[in-house]
Nanobody, 123 residues
């Protein structure tokens, strides 16, 4: 019953930057893990980045060194900073939250998903 609202998606040129934000509300318990998935047409869903309340992080190899995840724990928000964007980064990006420590298996049946925001990288 946690609500997640994403913002910040849009059209950006290759090599450009974009910052996605996620606001969580309505949680009965403190959120342990927050992260971002992406889904492109015809491709498998991919976990882009995750961050636990203890400060542990996980990144997909495709975004490592270009993407950075951060959280404001008091405000219950998460941010994904994306730099040096490539056309291959084009996808719908989903914010995901969990009450548990799920650094690499975030997105289980009892986790929570946002509606998604479109990111398009094209000239």
């Amino acid at each position: 019953q946690v609500q997640l609202v994403e913002s910040g998606g849009g059209l950006v040129q290759p090599g450009g930057s974009l910052r996605l934000s996620c606001a969580a509300s309505g949680s009965r318990f403190a959120i342990n893990t927050m992260g971002w998935y992406r889904q492109a047409p015809g491709k498998q869903r991919e976990l882009v980045a995750a961050l636990t309340s203890g400060g542990s992080t996980a990144y997909a190899d495709s975004g490592k060194g270009r993407f950075t995840i951060s959280r404001d724990f008091a405000a219950n928000t998460a941010t994904l900073q994306m730099n040096s964007l490539k056309p291959e980064d084009t996808a719908v990006y989903y914010c995901v939250a969990s009450w548990y420590y799920r650094l690499y298996d975030l997105g289980a049946e009892d986790d929570f998903w946002g509606q998604g925001t479109q990111v398009t990288v094209s000239s």
